[in-house]
């Protein structure tokens, strides 16, 4: 069945009768960096996702005839089989090239929410041509705030160290340097089912349509 699978990433199910999902090899994506990042462990591979069976079709030939069935369809997500579920963890289109090197963008923001003061569920990351040229990684990232009714400063530190804080932490553990803006809460785009928004989020920093606190 549904359900959370692990580090905020949900397991969709098992496939109904009928339907075949197999994950095509993406040799491109280490296990240990991407498969770390949701605690599976190396030797589990990451792949994009293939479906194929009767009701995969495309539309009729003519109009009023009968759909037409597709061969396998390749649907662009990359995932990974945990105890029988599917866990769909990002978008081929979504990977971050750096150096030669692909980064899943869920690896990136859960490295960067484990830092003190940076919200969770609130931290997007996603790849931007440099003025060099070059992709980059941008982390946007939201601050955490104390509960209402709390007492005592809140638990977020200040925006600034909290951009400060998120560079180091994935430069440490990836060995790239991302460029961070903390931005004010509640401006991390998301779908109404809670997806994060990672194209729209560039495009609002790009626009200047975000409220950026500090950046780093």
């Known amino acids: 069945g549904r359900g959370l699978a692990r580090d905020g990433l949900v ?3 098992t496939p109904l009768a009928g339907i075949d999902v197999t994950l095509e090899p993406r ?3 280490p296990d240990a960096p991407a498969l770390g990042a949701v605690g599976v462990g190396v030797g589990v591979g990451v792949g994009e996702v293939v479906v194929s069976g009767t009701a995969v079709c495309g539309p009729p030939a003519s109009p009023g005839g009968a759909p ?3 061969g396998p369809v390749r649907t662009g997500d990359l995932a990974f089989w945990d105890d029988g579920r599917l866990v769909v963890c990002g978008r081929s289109k979504e990977l971050i090239i750096v150096g030669g090197r ?3 963008p869920a690896e990136v923001e859960r490295i960067a929410q484990g830092v003190p003061g940076a919200r969770p569920g609130r931290v997007v990351a996603f790849g931007r041509r440099s003025g060099l040229g070059t992709e980059e990684v941008v982390v946007v990232a939201e601050p955490a705030s104390s509960p209402p009714g709390a007492t005592g400063p809140p638990d977020a530190a200040r925006p600034a160290d909290v951009a400060r804080a998120v560079q180091r932490r994935v430069h440490a553990e990836l060995d790239v340097r991302p460029r961070v803006a903390v931005v004010a809460p509640g401006s991390v785009p998301k779908t109404s089912s809670g997806k994060l928004q990672r194209r729209l989020c560039g495009e ?5 349509g975000l409220d950026v606190l500090a950046t780093a």
């Open 204 to 208: 609002l920093l790009a626009g200047g």
């Open 27 to 29: 040799p491109d994506l």
């Open 11 to 13: 397991a969709v199910g």
């Open 102 to 104: 692909n980064l899943v």
């Open 68 to 70: 037409v069935p597709l």
